[in-house]
């Protein structure tokens, strides 16, 4: 079956923009998570959905970072006027449910470059 | 709050002999859960192996082995008979309640 797809796959843009990062779990994956990756670093905690609700965004930076997964499925994490501090790779994945027990499933990421 | 140390930056093994990467996290919660997930340059994050906190039996899929000590929070991985296409980044990581903690990774060479 189709696995957690992500979408672009890179995308360049120039200091101040505004950009979307689009994610496509798995279906019937009811939690959604958003990492950003660093080079050389682990996978950094942004938030996470159960449903179409973010419950918990404590990971992310500021206010310039939002998400949405409005109809519980696909999810859209936003950022404002970029920084060259927001270059990275953003990882969506996606689990059955919250639980413990439930591991995730990474999509391919989307490498963002702010210049 | 919960940490997840990677201590070997690099490691590297000879093709089909055994490696062993280290993990260790700190927490006070008493059910959790601990994986492995492997990242080859292709960049997807890829599930190797899964522990539960409360069983004391080590968890084994195939050529992949841990070593988890709960008092000494300590969850290590063993690669045996090592293959080509074992080198990636290896990252341990420590689930609480629905939060995923990622270690900073070991990247893994196999030598020919």
């Known amino acids: 079956g189709a696995g957690v797809s992500q979408t672009p796959s890179n995308k360049v843009t120039e200091k101040g923009k505004y950009v979307e990062l689009r994610c496509d779990p798995i279906?019937?994956?009811?939690?959604l998570y958003w990492y950003r990756q660093s080079l050389g670093q682990g996978p950094e905690f942004l938030i996470y959905?159960?449903?179409?609700?973010?419950?918990?965004d404590s990971g992310l930076p500021n206010d310039r970072f939002f998400a949405v997964r409005p109809e519980g499925s696909v999810s859209t994490l936003k950022i404002q006027r970029t920084e060259r501090g927001d270059s990275a790779m953003y990882l969506c994945?996606?689990?059955?449910?919250?639980?413990?027990?439930?591991?995730?499933?990474f999509g391919n990421g989307t490498r963002l470059t702010v210049t | 709050a919960q940490t997840v140390t990677q201590s070997q930056p690099e490691m590297s093994v000879q093709e089909a002999e055994t490696v062993t990467l280290s993990c260790t996290y700190d927490?006070?919660?008493?059910?959790?859960?601990l994986f492995w997930y492997k990242q080859p340059p292709s960049r997807q994050m890829i599930l190797v192996i899964r522990?539960?906190?409360?069983?004391?039996q080590n968890a084994t899929e195939n050529r992949f082995s841990v070593n988890f000590q709960k008092a000494a929070k300590s969850f290590s991985l063993k690669i045996s008979d090592s293959q080509l296409g074992d080198a990636a980044m290896y990252f341990c990581a420590y689930v609480g309640v629905g939060q995923f903690y990622f270690g900073t990774g070991t990247s893994l060479t196999v030598i020919p």
């Open positions: 522990q539960e906190a409360y069983k004391q």
């Open positions: 959905f159960q449903g179409t609700g973010a419950a918990d």
């Open positions: 994945a996606s689990s059955l449910t919250a639980g413990l027990n439930s591991p995730l499933h």
């Open positions: 279906s019937g994956h009811t939690a």
């Open positions: 927490t006070s919660e008493s059910d959790y859960y």
